[in-house]
């Protein structure tokens, strides 16, 4: 019997049946996006879908003390929120901040829906140079059309915060902070956030 009959091809096919029901890459409508059901997080930029690297544990405690560290600077005023939620920044763009804040009239009209302004967004940077590019520079281009007030990188890897503030349509670099320091922005004058309480999350004590 020939040993070639059962192998298997080198490189399985997409199960393109599946792929068929969805509309191709660039011509993905609002509706499209908000009716797709998945296990990933997902943005849609200019029409096409980008699959986002899962969360890790780390990613995720900075998230936590993220959002813990604006509610306690608003005392409770407005809403800080993690993703997943996705935000319509422009026509066929929705991104999906880590952290947002939503200062009071913000909130969609209806509870049940999305909303589509945000007034602070922070990002806490993935692993690898792809998510860097996201979050420094295409992000940071969305975010700024979409009239974003303030957004904040969160680097794990470079050990840094980067504060951008709105001005003219376009951000400019409020302050770069590093170990030994206190993030802060315009927005919140009260949020301050220790970069080095940031960078220990997950290590052992």
């Known amino acids: 019997m020939s040993s070639t009959s059962s192998a298997k091809p080198p490189h399985p096919e997409p ?28 943005e849609l930029v200019d029409g096409t879908l980008e699959v986002l690297p899962m969360p890790t544990w780390l990613h995720q405690l900075m998230v936590k003390f ?56 922070m990002e806490v940077v993935s692993e690898g140079a792809e998510a860097a ?8 281009r969305d975010y700024a059309r979409a009239g974003i007030p303030e957004y904040w990188i969160v680097d794990p890897e470079q050990q840094r915060i980067t504060v951008l503030v709105l001005e003219e349509a ?12 206190a993030a802060s922005g315009v927005l919140l004058p009260a949020l301050e956030v220790e970069v080095s309480q940031v960078m220990q999350l997950g290590t052992s004590s």
């Open 15 to 42: 199960t393109w049946a599946v792929a068929h029901l969805f509309p191709a890459q660039g011509q993905w409508s609002e509706n499209d996006f908000y009716a797709l059901q998945g296990n990933r997080l997902i």
């Open 66 to 121: 993220l959002v813990r560290a604006i509610e306690v600077a608003t005392a409770g005023v407005g809403e800080a929120l993690a993703a997943p939620l996705p935000i319509r920044l422009f026509e066929k763009n929705i991104r999906e901040p880590d952290v947002m804040y939503f200062a009071p009239g913000s909130e969609p009209k209806d509870p049940r829906g999305y909303p589509t302004r945000v007034d602070l967004a």
């Open 133 to 140: 590019k996201r979050d420094y520079e295409d992000k940071r």
């Open 170 to 181: 376009t951000y400019r670099l409020h302050g770069e902070f590093t170990a030994g320091q």
